[in-house]
């Protein structure tokens, strides 16, 4: 069992910068693979990025490449999304989660999350 919790949303201005952590307890962090989403209010949650266990591998949704990056310390039991250049269009809750390692854009394939956090961006 791994349990995630979520911190440094906020409001923000368009062009802003904001970074995220998520941060791990329970089970060995170091071995799963983690994700970021976000949804928001009536729409479905959407994958943003991912993250192998190691830090090796990573993959983004389209509409944040070049602005965000994810990153994990394992030494830490954290992992963080960097996000730049934030739109307003990016305003939603952003959930972290992990799963058994595997890279995945599908949240079907996660099986642990965070309580979320909110992410204002304001034009």
């Known amino acids: 069992q791994v349990q995630l919790a979520e911190s440094g949303g906020g409001l923000v201005q368009a062009g802003d910068s904001l970074t995220l952590s998520c941060v791990a307890s329970g089970r060995t962090y170091s071995s799963y693979g983690m994700g970021w989403f976000r949804q928001a209010p009536g729409k479905e949650r959407e994958f943003v990025a991912a993250?192998?266990?190691?830090?090796?591998?990573?993959y983004y949704t389209d509409s944040v490449k070049g602005r965000f990056t994810i990153s994990r310390d394992n030494a830490k039991n954290t992992g963080y999304l960097q996000m730049n250049s934030l739109k307003p269009e990016d305003t939603s809750v952003y959930y972290c989660?992990?799963?058994?390692?595997?890279?995945?854009?599908?949240?079907?394939?996660?099986?642990?999350w965070g309580q979320g956090t909110q992410v204002t961006v304001s034009s």
């Open positions: 989660a992990a799963n058994g390692g595997i890279l995945a854009t599908s949240p079907s394939l996660y099986d642990y």
């Open positions: 993250i192998s266990w190691n830090g090796d591998m990573t």
